[in-house]
């Protein structure tokens, strides 16, 4: 198994959140985080997980590092079934598959010095020549070699983000999760660590998850998207495919919101409303309630599932993207199918 | 929200069936010395105790004696409902004694409540407002006078200056309000006065921390690009956010004083229900002892609710949640 | 509503704000001169502690007056507002001059409801009825495009989505038909498609109400999508101020192209980002000479010495403060040269 070329592969992941209502009150309310997710990370590859807050994007990573139980589902590491593992039996695997955070503040213990925290791993798992091989770590990850004896407060957000680089380094991992890990950094620190987690790959030969809400970061970094709307995966594909020419009408509008500096000849699609509550998700296709592409007695009845189309990506939607780019009113007109005019609910501004 | 409230008095009614199984437990099952020797007179005959025991109730094992307890105390007993029984000295109802003590405790706790809410929320308010100047440095200093001064001291202290040297109020005992107003409130406002400075004195640090805290959100620098007058940044926005703590800890405090206030009780001599309990609690008059650690749960339960339901009130995340 | 004839709203000279700290002086603004006209979006771009919304908060008055030192004019149809009495300026705040906050989830008062706190500034500096303030907020409301304006009026905060937050927050802040609307970092909190939705009703707005904007943001793509004029600041200190064409087209200050380089493009994959090196200086001690030149590529000798004084190199270029020769600010600059999506069309 573990000689095939994917590193995690998960079926049909499923994570479901009880919600406490109270304590005599009767019916639990779940929270459907991720429904039945089917992916695979290939290795040395940047999977990228796309999607805005709430998405499940992660909680799909947590899954898949056993962070958090499975609700249905299996998630396989380089071979191994680890979807019921205990966390005892998990112990020897952890050290390959680390995680960086998105905040570097919070994230790094303010009480221990930067040995401390990028040598922990050495600790828990027992190696010895800590030392040299942390100062390694640092210079490494860009950092000096003497800031080995320093508190995180003394750094500033780009170089916190380097130690918890070298942290997640230091067992040397298979695979790396990062949790949208240039979010809370400034533009010019963002493209340092986008570059240092680029040149780790390749020198490391490292499997990354990528993910994050900006579709100009995971552009610059992933190989593979999946893009995900309420605990779904709505397009999977190869990174150049997908931004090309999307082929999920929401994929579209991700990429048609995004502001850019460029010029792009390109039209704006503007969902209405917000997203749903993950408590009770919409029937059928999930996106159905805000899409521009609604049949009505089709996209609400008939679940789409992901499907391989002819440009090297699937799709989880009944009407995909004939072309791209395409002006709003050729997105309502979707090949083969009456059009359904709904008003817009959002986005429209009414005379005082 | 009814639902909310009959849920949160279902849960009232098993917290105390568990304090009440805890303190037969403590009182009854773990007693320090056998009561009955008490009131079986000078070297007792083992028939005369068998008799005591009987008629107390304590020849029988203790399941059948925390049966009848409980039958008692939520169906009532000859002295109507809720039956606490009767004490070990003089064979009276617990319950009577209680309903005598209680208006003093009550009455002491009304007082010194509305005095310390007013002052230390006051105080708090208006050092958080001039923070970092003289105003606020004297308040704090107060604060912590109020906080480390001991209660029995500052009692004695009181009662030497204002009564013994100056004459300006009643002394210690208590004076019904229904005898002698004049007489009630010149013997109760110095055990307010002292009772209340410490609460005061917390109440005026908590709301200042509160209230800081509060004022560097974002909400309240919206208040202000609104353009609305300081005053109602402050006392609109500011304080309704910061209530909720206070209120949680007004409820609980005043409940914990039912039956805790025992210090000033002594000191001032109103003979109320902390008084009781402890007097009880030294000459082993357990049945008393129960009854006012009961009526203390009881009222720190409901005060929860009271707490829960006003809760819900100020702030609506809690009602809709 | 009367304003200066060339339609000049605001025009600020030589703010400048510090923070005495037990550390030291915080030097967090230091003369920042601009203008701002009726239909303009001015855009003010910088990284975090670059002075941008400082800048904002002190022109609306709401930084400490005790803690802070705020020196300059800021002045706003004939007058000074750094000098006005506080609550003259109170007057100004939220009628004249709005702003849209960065957090639309700890902006507004989670314990009132949403009509209810932009009924309160309706009333804050009308003399209306609260049945009255409370229509206007309904009708604001469903101006900026909140479905059910009348029930969503009685919802408390938690229970909006982030997007309809930041539609209240500006609804509350249109209330008085302002002519000034600050946004300062108005879609950073939020989704990218909310994103998109925001910055299109922002424009709404100021077209429909003929507003000036000053828009804050670290985001170029967003001010490249709605601004007409752009001032980038860094440490402090405008670096870059001129027309968005010409700034997005020919840039001509190094930290601009920096920003401009790693900016990841949503466009193309690059092979390599080009990164700013380094981090932002320290406020308490600032480097002498140019603030950026400890991270400037172009740096050379005048630039740890003098800093450059913020001046236009031309007549017909706009002013930055930057010791390099114009000839390689136009070599250099027309490498990051961008055609705006605005200009393509």
Known sequence: MSANGNLVEVENLTKRFAVKQGVFARGKTEVHAVEGINLTVRRGETLGIVGESGCGKS?????????????????????????????????????????????????????????????????????????????????????????????????????????????????????????????????SIQAQILNLLRNLQRDFNLTYVFISHDLSVIRQIADRIAVMYLGKIV????????????KHPYTAALL?????????????????????????????????????????????????????????????????????????????QAEGAERVDRPHLEGTAHEL | MTLYIARRLVWTVVVVACVLAITFAVFYLLPAGDPALRFAGKNPTDAELALIHQRLGLDK???????????????????????????????????????QRAPRTLLLIAGAAILWLVVGVSIGVLSAVKRRTIVDRLAMGFALVGISTPVFWLGLMA????????????????????????????????????????????????????????LGEDYIRTARAKGLPE????????????????????????????????????VFNIQGLGYLAINS????????????????????????????????????????? | MSTSHDGTLLDVRGLTVRFPTSDGVVQAVSDVSFSLSRGET??????????????????????????????????????????????????????????????????????????????????????????????????????????????????????????????????????????????????????????????ELIEEVKREFDIGVILVTHDLGVVAETANAVMVMYAGRIMEYGPARQIFEQPQHPYTWGLLDSMPSIERRLTALVPIEGSPPSLLAPPPGCPFHPRCRYRFEPCPVDRPPLVSPLPEAHPDACHLAWDEKVREGAKRSVTRLGDAA
């Open chain 1, 235 to 246: 397009e999977l594909g190869d990174s150049e495919s997908i931004y090309e020419h999307p």
């Open chain 2, 159 to 214: 009662l030497y200056i204002f009564w013994r040297q100056l004459g300006w109020t009643g002394g210690t005992g208590y004076v019904s309000p229904i005898d002698s107003p004049t007489g009630f409130i010149s013997h109760m406002i110095l055990p307010w006065i002292v009772l209340a400075l410490l609460y005061a004195a917390f109440y005026a640090r908590m709301t200042r921390n509160n209230l800081l805290e509060t």
């Open chain 3, 42 to 199: 001015l855009g003010v771009v910088g990284e975090s502690g670059s002075g941008k919304s400082v800048s904002n908060l002190a022109i609306m008055g709401l930084l400490n007056r005790q803690r802070t030192a705020i020196s300059g004019q800021v002045e706003f149809m004939g007058r000074d507002l750094l000098t006005l009495p506080p609550d003259d300026l109170r007057h100004i705040r939220g009628k004249d001059i709005a702003m849209v906050f960065q957090d639309p989830f700890a902006c507004l008062h989670p314990m009132y409801r949403v009509g209810a706190q932009i009924a309160e500034a309706v009333t804050a500096h009308q003399d209306v009825s609260k049945d009255a303030a409370w229509a206007r907020a309904v009708e604001l409301l469903d101006h900026v495009g909140i479905p059910n304006a009348k029930s969503r009026a009685r919802d408390y905060p938690h229970q909006f989505s982030g997007g309809m937050r930041q539609r209240a927050m500006i609804a509350m802040a249109l209330v008085h038909n302002p002519s000034i609307l600050i946004c300062d970092e108005p879609t950073t909190a939020l989704d990218v498609t909310v994103q998109a939705q925001i910055i």
């Open chain 1, 59 to 187: 909680t799909t990573a947590r899954l898949m590092l056993r962070l958090l139980d499975l609700t249905a589902g299996t998630v396989r590491f380089d071979g191994t079934d680890i979807s019921t593992m205990s966390q005892r039996a998990l112990r020897p695997l952890r050290r390959e598959m680390q995680m960086i955070f998105q905040d570097p503040y919070s994230s790094l213990n303010p009480r221990k010095t930067v040995g401390q925290i990028v040598g922990a791993p050495f600790a828990i798992h027992g190696q010895k020549g800590a030392k040299t091989r942390v100062q390694e770590l640092l210079e490494t990850v860009g950092l000096s070699p003497e800031h080995y004896n320093r508190y995180p407060h003394e750094f500033s957000g780009g170089q916190r983000q380097r130690i918890g680089v070298a942290r997640a380094l230091a067992l040397s991992p298979k695979l790396i999760v990062c949790d949208e890990p240039v979010s809370a950094l400034d533009v």
């Open chain 2, 281 to 321: 609690a030294l000459q082993q008059d357990l049945p008393i002892v129960v009854g006012v650690v009961l009526l203390g749960s009881v009222a720190v339960a409901l005060a929860n609710l009271i707490v829960d339901i006003l809760y819900a009130f100020i702030d609506p995340r809690v009602r809709y949640a």
């Open chain 1, 256 to 332: 048609s919101a995004v502001p850019r500096a460029t010029s792009g000849g390109r039209e704006r699609i503007v969902l209405s409303g917000d997203v749903p509550s993950p408590v009770d998700p919409p029937a059928a296709c999930v996106f159905h309630p805000r899409c521009p592409r609604f049949h009505e007695g089709q996209c609400d009845v008939e679940t789409p599932q992901l499907r391989e189309l002819a440009t090297g990506q699937s799709a989880a939607c009944h009407y995909p993207l004939e072309k791209w780019p395409m002006t709003d009113d050729e997105i309502r």
């Open chain 2, 231 to 266: 005053r109602t940044v402050i006392f609109k926005h500011g304080l309704r956010a910061s209530l909720t703590p206070i209120v949680t800890m007004f409820g609980l405090d005043i409940a914990l004083l039912v039956g805790g206030a025992i210090i000033t009780e002594s």
């Open chain 2, 61 to 99: 094992p203790w399941y059948v004696q925390f049966g009848k307890f409980s039958k008692n105390f939520f169906v009532g007993d000859q002295f109507g409902w809720p039956g606490l029984g009767y004490t070990y000295a003089g064979q009276t109802s617990v319950k009577a004694l209680i309903v």
